[in-house]
């Protein structure tokens, strides 16, 4: 195998001005690159288990929208299978398991139409609560940031393999999302300051 050790690793860049462009261009008004943008729609017809809307903002550590966050999230399907190459069997066909949203320009608001997942298995077997993993980038963020949203009053929550690692665990309910009403989930990230979410290095 040929080694090129005259290249080198080149710096981290802040997400900038174009990433919309880039990965959402019909939110940025490019028209014609695809019918909608990758990861808008998340759900086909006959989707199983619970539709449900996940909302939120990111605020820097003055408590200001960030008005030019691109959230992705991750989760599994309602039976806890993640679509592609889960060892354990295949996903539901018409569920995503991944999708891509920008923050509303003017109010920094973002959101998700998705169902409610279900429980996967940690690496040594034990169950995690049901969970939706997010990934943050905007203008100022070097490394694209990684947390998790978890489900208000899941009586998993308590025992899950991640939750119960973290060392100050006053700091658990900034994982937890809030119901604002039935079926519609609350979750805002704070990148600093003393609701500053739990991000993972992972």
Not at 43 to 67: A, E, H, Q
Not at 137 to 166: E, H, K, S
Request: net charge negative.
């Amino acid at each position: 195998m040929q080694t090129l050790p005259h290249l080198r690793e080149s710096p981290s860049q802040t997400a900038g001005p174009y990433v919309h462009i880039g990965c959402v261009p019909n939110f940025a008004g490019i028209s014609g690159v695809y019918d909608h943008d990758l990861g808008s729609k998340m759900l086909r017809d006959g989707v199983l288990g619970d539709r449900i809307i996940v909302t939120g903002t990111v605020f820097d550590g003055t408590g200001t929208p960030l008005r030019d966050a691109m959230i992705e999230i991750w989760q599994a399907d309602a039976n806890g299978i993640y679509p592609g190459r889960d060892p354990r069997g295949a996903g539901d066909p018409n569920f995503a398991g991944w999708g891509r949203a920008a923050a509303n320009g003017d109010s920094g608001v973002w959101s998700f139409e998705t169902i409610k997942p279900g429980a996967v298995p940690f690496p040594d077997g034990r169950m995690m609560a049901p969970h939706i993993s997010f990934w943050i980038v905007a203008r100022g963020i070097n490394i694209g940031l990684q947390t998790r949203m978890y489900f208000p009053d899941d009586p998993a929550v308590g025992n899950d393999p991640w939750l119960t690692r973290i060392e100050h665990q006053n700091r658990v309910p900034t994982l937890i999302a809030h119901e604002t009403k039935p079926g519609t989930y609350r979750f805002d990230i704070h990148l600093q300051g003393p609701d500053e979410t739990i991000f993972f290095d992972v």
